[in-house]
């Protein structure tokens, strides 16, 4: 069943008459006056007009962002001034979580309660590297009596980021917390379906103390200003979130220029369910999994393994309870599921519905849900006795819709969680530590979550294998990311004269 009140289109108060670029401490228009179409997920109407990059735009903000770089504080200050710097932006975020809240929901037609949970994190994220980098031990190496080395950091200088649109005032919080924690100044490139809450970074960072040129912000469309970005020269690194396939083409274009790069890209990540699991935190969990944030997570268990003894109960109370998700006006607190992004991705995810009747079995959803005539909604949708080779199975819907399998024994789980191309996560449900462990080692996904769904903890490697990503972001590792390590060697002893013909052989502490 699903909510079939009427549903009134929340405007929030407010909204800007154009979202604009923000290059060098002010808001600007394109260069060439361009700008492109931003609807609203319920109502699928143009409510505002976005500044479209492209060249020109991005040169301008890359020059900001080089001269802040280059002749700024920002990169020199020490770690404790930037912390303070981060820590006001946390609290300047969570000042307005309800605000962002209101304006994410809008834009992306995620449920509201859920945009909240986003804005708070993106407050936390902040806050983590901000303690991060004070309490960074420096790494230094000593050769008793030969040699003293130590490893210089330093901030890479123009970090470009490329964020998608399914969480995004968070995807980018998640970026630009580490890359201005290490010093880098950045231009950011959000998504084109959802341009409105980054505009929000501007105000904040302003508030906050960050200097002009540090953070810049250029809309448009991937294909312009995301692609000019890629291939500027004086930009250093590209972290890039977003589909496989458009990494597979930045990928490509950072080749000319060598840039540094991190991906993280699309998933149809596997919940492997044994009979021995406990099986309502189970159901609760797999549900969630798939079907908060719309579907629209990267790390979604869309795939549901299920051993057969529990198999039959499972599909049906999985089923029953799915029928119940409260489907709705993104704005009411009580939706749980609400309008996906775009039509366009409505339409894609529609498709695989239809695709996915002739692949399994159809026991909950299927397409609109009843009551709704207008709007990108799409009812949680589960298919049963999906076998491996269906397209439900193997591809990225990015949406509510949930493949569920049978399998027999441990290898058969294994075989089934691992035979797609992605390997972003997993989630096991078993009560035997060994049985979890074990299947652990062996998943290929760069996360897994043991009798849990998806709790993050900021410190851990967090990035997909196989096509699901490059490279891991989270604690130390984003901080690598957006530093250089330069090695400075200091020699104690009569080791190194230099002299043809002597060793110039490795010293190490041994
Ligand atoms: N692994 C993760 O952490 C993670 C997190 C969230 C989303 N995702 C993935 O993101 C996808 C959904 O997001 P999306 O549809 O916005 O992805 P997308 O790849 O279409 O777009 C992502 C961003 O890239 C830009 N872009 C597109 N083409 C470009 C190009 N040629 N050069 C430079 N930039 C370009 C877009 O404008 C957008 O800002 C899903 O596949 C999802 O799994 C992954
Ligand atoms: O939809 C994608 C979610 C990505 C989540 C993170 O990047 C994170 O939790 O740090």
């Not at 998640?174 to 970074?201: D, H, I, N, Q, R």
Request: charged share 25%.
């Amino acid at each position: 069943m699903t909510d079939q009140s009427p549903r009134t289109l929340h405007v929030p108060e407010g909204l800007p008459e154009k979202i604009q670029h923000y290059i060098d401490g002010e808001f600007v228009d394109s260069l060439s006056g361009a700008t492109f179409d931003v609807l609203d997920p319920v109502s699928n109407e143009t409510y505002v007009q976005a500044a479209a990059g492209q060249r020109d735009d991005i040169d301008r903000a890359v020059a900001a962002a080089r001269r802040a770089f280059d002749e700024g504080p920002w990169p020199r200050m020490l770690p404790r001034a930037r912390s303070r710097i981060l820590n006001r932006i946390a609290d300047l975020v969570e000042s307005r979580d309800a605000r962002l809240a209101e304006l994410e929901s809008f834009d992306s037609g995620l449920p509201i309660t859920q945009a909240l949970g986003q804005a708070q994190r993106a407050a936390e994220n902040f806050r983590f590297f901000a303690d991060l980098i004070v309490a960074q031990a420096d790494d230094a190496y000593k050769v008793p009596g030969r040699q003293l080395n130590y490893v210089n950091r330093k901030p890479k200088g123009v970090a470009g980021l490329i964020t998608p649109w399914n969480t995004p005032f968070m995807l980018e919080s998640w970026k630009l917390a580490p890359a201005l924690a290490s010093g880098c100044t950045v231009v950011l490139k959000p998504a084109e379906f959802t341009p409105l809450s980054a505009s929000l970074w501007a105000d904040i960072f302003r508030e906050a103390g960050v200097p002009d040129g540090v953070f810049n912000l250029v809309n448009g469309l991937g294909e312009e200003a995301g692609d000019a970005l890629v291939k500027h020269e004086d930009v250093q690194l590209i972290s890039f979130t977003g589909e496989s396939r458009t990494g597979q083409i930045i990928f490509a274009n950072c080749a000319p220029t060598l840039k540094g790069m991190s991906m993280e890209l699309g998933g149809k990540s596997p919940a492997v369910v044994f009979a021995d699991a406990d099986l309502d935190r189970a159901i609760d969990s797999t549900l969630f999994g798939v079907f908060s944030l719309n579907g629209e997570r990267c790390t979604a268990g869309s795939r549901i393994l299920v051993e057969r003894p529990v198999y039959d109960e499972f599909v049906e109370r999985y089923a029953a309870r799915a029928k119940r998700i409260v489907v709705g006006d993104p704005h009411d607190p009580k939706t749980e599921v609400g309008a996906l992004v775009h039509p366009e991705h409505y339409e894609k995810v529609m498709s695989y519905v239809e695709i996915g009747k002739g692949e399994g079995r159809l026991v909950a959803g299927g397409g609109r849900p009843e009551g709704f005539e207008t709007g990108n909604y799409v009812a949680p949708t589960v298919f049963a006795d999906v076998k491996p080779d269906a397209r439900i199975f193997q591809e990225e819907i990015f949406g509510p819709v949930v493949a569920i399998t049978p399998f027999d024994t441990d290898e058969e789980a294994l075989a089934l969680a691992n035979g797609v191309k992605y390997g972003l996560a997993a989630y096991i449900w078993t009560s035997n530590l060994e049985r979890a462990h074990t299947f652990a080692q062996a998943v290929e996904s760069g996360m897994v979550w043991l009798n849990s769904h998806n709790v993050r903890d900021l410190r851990t490697p967090f990035g997909g294998v196989k096509a699901s990503g490059l490279g891991h972001e989270g604690g130390y590792r984003s901080l690598d990311f957006y530093s250089d390590q330069q090695a400075v060697h200091i020699t104690l002893g009569e080791v190194h004269t230099a002299r043809f013909g002597a060793s110039d052989a490795a010293v190490t502490a041994g």
